[in-house]
């Protein structure tokens, strides 16, 4: 039997890479760095490129394992194992980048606000809608990363569970 989980795997990182191009295009990528006052995102990019690594050596050594070696069972596992992780703590760090959005939207607000003076309110206004945007925007990208790195382990698991 042919596997051809590192050619699925191959797929769905080149179709991800054919969608991030024109988020970078277009300028979604600045607009998030600029707009992210934790900086979290820059992690979990960091973490979904380690993962994405990962798990290409874990297809890999699935399409060259066979059933007498019990190849995947060992190493491969626990790269596997790794990969989820990495899932899970992009999206644990899409939910803090949230939470610390939210802290900084409400947290200076209401501090030294004048509401008769449209420059304060203005100002406050600014304020609320740079935490939001953190917030939104650390979800998203820990949302998207852990989707598109469950998607690629279970790809390596399918193969898996056919031998």
């Given amino acids: 039997m042919i596997k051809k989980t590192l050619a699925r795997w191959w797929l769905i990182t080149t179709v991800t890479l054919c969608g991030v191009f024109p988020l970078w295009k277009f300028g979604v990528f600045s607009d998030i760095y600029e707009k992210d006052v934790t900086s979290i995102h820059l992690v ?6 380690l ?21 995947y069972n060992k190493t491969t596992g626990k790269i596997v194992d790794v990969c ?42 600014s304020h609320m809608a ?5 917030a939104m925007y650390t979800t998203i990208c820990g ?21």
Wanted: glycine share 8%.
């Fill in 44 to 49: 979990i990019y960091a973490v979904f490129i």
């Fill in 51 to 71: 993962a994405t690594i990962l798990t290409g050596i874990a297809a890999w050594r699935t399409n060259i394992s066979d059933k007498q070696t019990g190849h």
């Fill in 84 to 125: 989820w992780f990495c899932s899970e703590t992009m999206m644990a760090l899409g939910l803090i980048g949230t939470i610390a959005g939210m802290i900084y939207l409400f947290g200076m607000i209401f501090d030294q606000i004048d509401p008769s003076d449209p420059e304060d309110l203005k100002e406050a206004l």
């Fill in 130 to 134: 740079r935490g939001l945007s953190t």
């Fill in 143 to 163: 949302m998207i990363g852990a989707l598109i790195i469950k998607v690629q382990l279970m790809n390596i698991e399918f193969d898996n569970n056919s031998l």
